[in-house]
């Protein structure tokens, strides 16, 4: 069964400090991901997704993710944050092919400090 | 357009009583998914409608929990004989195409249910 790993619950970053938010994924084929973004009240919005093809993705809001096979990962970065980053991000997972629901990470919570 | 709306937002229920969760999915989105968050489970995959069928119902958590979409429309998720442990935010989410692994799930605000 797919899975994916967020190793950190919590992150604080300065404002106007770089971002990097890692993603550790398990699945036997190629994997589809995923990095949505939940800010307080509402609901999930995707920032950027993955297939195939070009291994660094550009997203929204100026984020972008580089899927790495060889560490199984998917980590998700952005140069310069803004306070209005402060959110929950998961990371998530899909199987190839298939009409099913995406595997979620547990999520990082993001603070961003003045 | 229009995104993903659910109702009620908030749902505050005695323990035993039943709930329903309303889902209207974006115009023409022809698939449609119930996910559930909770503090412990995080976000967990219930179930999935293409159309009005749903395929695969094993990730409803108990048969107190079953879902219903008319019309390739409106869907319900209806939980019976609620439980604290039911207590949750219900999120739905919806996609244009045949639900491939690739089409873009748009999710709505979600119901917060709370079971006393």
């Known amino acids: 069964a797919q899975s994916v790993t967020q190793p950190d619950i919590h992150i604080t970053v300065s404002e106007g400090a770089s971002l ?5 994924y398990s699945y036997g084929a190629t994997p589809y991901l995923f990095w949505y973004v939940q800010s307080p009240g509402q609901g999930l919005q995707l920032l950027l997704k993955y297939f195939s093809g070009d291994t660094l993705v550009q997203g929204i809001k100026g984020f972008e993710a580089e899927f790495k096979r060889s560490q199984s990962s998917f980590n998700l970065r952005k140069p310069s944050v803004h306070w209005s980053d402060a959110a929950e991000y998961f990371c998530a997972v899909a199987s190839g092919g298939g009409a099913d629901g995406l595997t979620f990470g547990k999520g990082t919570h993001l603070i961003i400090q003045p | 357009g229009a995104g993903v709306s659910q109702s009620p937002s908030n749902k505050v ?82 996609s244009l195409g045949a639900a491939t692994s690739t089409d873009t799930q748009y999710f709505g605000p979600g119901t917060r249910l709370t079971v006393l």
Do not use: M
Not at chain 2, 40 to 53: A, C, D, K, T, V
Not at chain 2, 78 to 83: G, K, S, V
């Open chain 2, 13 to 94: 229920t005695e323990k035993g009583k039943d709930v329903e969760l309303r889902c209207d999915p974006i115009s023409g989105h022809t698939a449609l998914y119930w996910y559930r968050q909770s503090l412990g489970q995080g976000l967990e995959f219930l179930i999935y409608f293409q159309g009005n069928s749903a395929p695969d119902k094993s990730g409803l958590p108990s048969d107190r929990f079953s879902a219903e979409r008319t019309g390739g429309s409106v869907s319900t998720l209806t939980i019976q004989r609620t439980q604290q442990e039911d207590s949750a935010v219900y999120l739905c989410a919806s």
């Open chain 1, 20 to 24: 990097e938010l890692r993603c550790n």
